[in-house]
């Protein structure tokens, strides 16, 4: 079974940094997109940032500056370096993944999984 599992949350004071990271798990035979999201209490959850295969990112408007994502694609891991936080970015982030899974069969399908979440808590 395939999975992705979060790390590196925690308590930060306002300006400071925290880097998350997420490891894929199982018997993958490939990883597309993997990003990271996020859902503050009482809100909706709200895209951070994606990275492709292929090393294309892309952000939310809210954390372009400060925010970088980036994968090792041969740890299958992607991380989050979150600089200049802000109370405003107390979540949950959530790590998301699209793999290709290989069965014991030989045959494969695509999935979208998710983490179970990494708290981030900035204070003012």
């Known amino acids: 079974q395939v999975q992705v599992v979060e790390s590196g949350g925690g308590l930060v004071q306002a300006g400071g940094s925290l880097r998350l990271s997420c490891a894929a798990s199982g018997s993958i035979l490939g990883i597309n997109a993997m990003g990271w999201y996020r859902q503050a209490p009482g809100k909706q959850r709200e895209l951070v940032a994606t990275i492709t295969s292929g090393g294309s990112t892309n952000y939310a408007d809210s954390v372009k500056g400060r925010f970088t994502i980036s994968r090792d694609n041969a740890k299958r891991t992607v991380y989050l370096l979150m600089n200049s936080l802000k109370p405003e970015d107390t979540s949950v982030y959530y790590c998301?993944?699209?793999?290709?899974?290989?069965?014991?069969?030989?045959?494969?399908?695509?999935?979208?999984?998710w983490g179970q979440g990494t708290l981030v808590t900035v204070s003012s």
């Open positions: 998301n993944a699209e793999m290709i899974e290989l069965n014991s069969k030989g045959s494969s399908r695509l999935l979208e999984v």
